[in-house]
Structure formats: C-alpha cells, structure tokens
C-alpha cells in the first residue's frame, strides 16, 4: 500500500452492558447515507443489570462501566475528555487529527432484569393487562395487577435513570438505550433458563411493557431508546430468523439495530457540538492562553 494513500475516518459507536452487547463485536459496516465506515467498540459487563448500573445513594457507576470509558480514553481523571480543558487532552484531541465531540454510546441492560425478578411475578400462573393496546391475547389466568408489574419496572430502571441523568450531565448528550429485544419463541429454552415455565405471550408483552416505561423515561432525559420491534418480530412475536439462541439477537438482527442508531445520530446533528472546544479555540484565536482559567471567565 502506498503511504500516500487516503486514510478514511472511523465512526465509533461504543456499545457497553449485559451479554446482549455481544452480538456487536468486531462489527464494521458502511453507513449508507455518507459511506463512512462504523466500528463497534464493545464491552461486555457478565451479569449487568438496570438496577445495578448505578448506585444513587453513592453516586458510583458500575466499576466495569467506568473502567470502560477509560479505557477507550472517553474519561480521564473522572472528567468526560471531549470537554477537557486539560492540556494533556488538547494535545491528544490534536494528534488524532478528528474533530472532537461527544461519543455515541449505547447501553444495553434490562433483559436479565425482565426475566428475573419481574417474571416471577407471573410465571405460568399469571397474565396482567398493560397501560396500552397490544396484539398478544390475554390468557384465561388469574391477573396481577398492572401497578404490582408497574412497581417492580419502576424498582428496577429507578437506578438507570439516575445513572443517565448524570451522565447526562456529565456533558455525554449522545447516548442511547438499546430496548430490550423480543424473547424467543422456544418455551423449552425458557424451562431450562428459569426453571420454570411461562407462555411467549405473557414474556413477550412483559418485555413490551418493560420498553414502555424504558422509553418514557430515557426520552424525559432527551435521550433515545434504539428499538426496531416491528422490524423483528411478525405478529408481535419475535422473528424465527432473529432467534438466535433463545436469548441474543443474531450479528445481523443486531446491525439492524446499530444502523438505527447511527441514522438517528447523523439526523440529530445538534448533538454533536462541542461549545466549551469552540471557546477554547476562540481563545487560542485571540491570542489567549486556553489552558489558564483566568483566560475562560467572562
């Protein structure tokens, strides 16, 4: 190859959470409305939950979320780096040669939340009736309250919501939430998960449900939830050819998903700005020392 040769820019999208971020790994693709190339940098956190992403009363993430962020340098010294003013990080954002902006992340927890603890409030006994219109029957079985399941939602996105709040205001504007996916179809694969059995109809609109609060909250945030139910599932049921292994997305149900988000990101270029950069460099312009903080009042 010839040095002279033209190097093209990478998009990365930084996909972190529970065992649903696997099926993005090593995941390259051109997106389709500019032709640049998207390269999913993955983390996976074993065992990751809504609940337990963070923790309100400490104020601490999940140590593998934050050790993440470190790592592909979005965080230094506790601090976002695309907002540094630190001179360390000015010469790193100038050595990559790439405008610097906020990072696009998306999380993906919520699946073992839904089939956990909230499951087991209807199981094969149980069916429940939702907040809103859905094409799933209700099953002749006794009912568990809707605020019974709204409770236990609530319980387990309460500390998620908190953790994106201050992501939020930590200056990272370019998350999104992946939804949880549609269940399998397989009740055999749910016997031999849960130990114990409950009809695809009933899993199916208590994941619709979990999705429900998930976007109303995440949205409250400005934030956005990636979700592409219909395009996976027939009849609101998840597609035969999307169900991979009664519990992941396939790699190609999953790039379903991450064009979504990068659409979304390249329709919302709003986000993108980087202010407190574009006053640095207005300092610099003026001949003003960026880096002294007498130089950034006023």
């Known amino acids: 190859m010839s040095v002279d040769a033209e190097v093209e820019a990478v998009l990365p999208v930084y996909i972190v959470g529970d065992s649903h971020s696997l099926p993005y790994r090593h995941m390259v693709f051109r997106e389709r409305w500019t032709g640049a190339w998207v390269m999913a940098r993955t983390k996976y956190i074993r ?28 965080v230094r010294n506790g601090r976002a780096t695309h907002l540094s003013m630190d001179e360390v990080d000015f010469a790193i954002a100038k050595a990559v040669g790439q405008a610097v902006k906020a990072p696009l992340i998306m999380i993906t927890v919520g699946e073992i939340d839904v089939r956990g603890p909230i499951l087991q409030l209807l199981k094969d006994s149980h069916d429940f009736v939702p907040p809103f219109a859905t094409t799933l029957p209700l099953l002749d079985k006794p009912l568990v309250p809707w605020d ?22 930590a200056g ?16 055999a694969r749910i016997r031999e998960l849960q130990q114990y059995d409950c009809p ?46 009664g519990v992941h997305l396939p790699p190609k149900g999953a790039r379903i998903l991450l064009e979504a988000l990068v659409d979304h990101a390249i329709d919302s270029r709003g986000l993108v700005a980087n202010h407190p950069r574009y006053e640095l460099y207005y300092r610099m312009a003026c001949g003003l020392d960026p880096f002294q903080p007498a130089a950034l009042e006023s």
Request: charged share 25%.
């Open 148 to 169: 019974l399941i709204d409770e236990a939602i609530e319980a387990r996105l309460g500390p998620f919501i908190a953790g994106l709040q201050q992501l939020v205001a």
């Open 47 to 74: 065992g990751a939950t809504a609940q337990d992403f963070y923790n309100p009363a400490t104020g601490e993430f999940h140590p593998d979320f934050i050790a993440f962020l470190e790592y592909e340098g979005l």
């Open 172 to 187: 990272f504007k370019r998350v999104y939430v992946q939804s949880v996916v549609p269940p399998t179809r397989q009740e």
């Open 200 to 245: 695809v109809s009933v899993r199916t609109k208590l994941v619709q449900a979990f999705n429900w609060k998930l976007e109303q909250k995440v949205r409250s945030l400005n934030l956005f939830v990636i979700d592409r139910w219909s395009e996976l599932t027939e009849g609101d049921l998840l597609r035969p050819e999307f169900d991979f292994d």
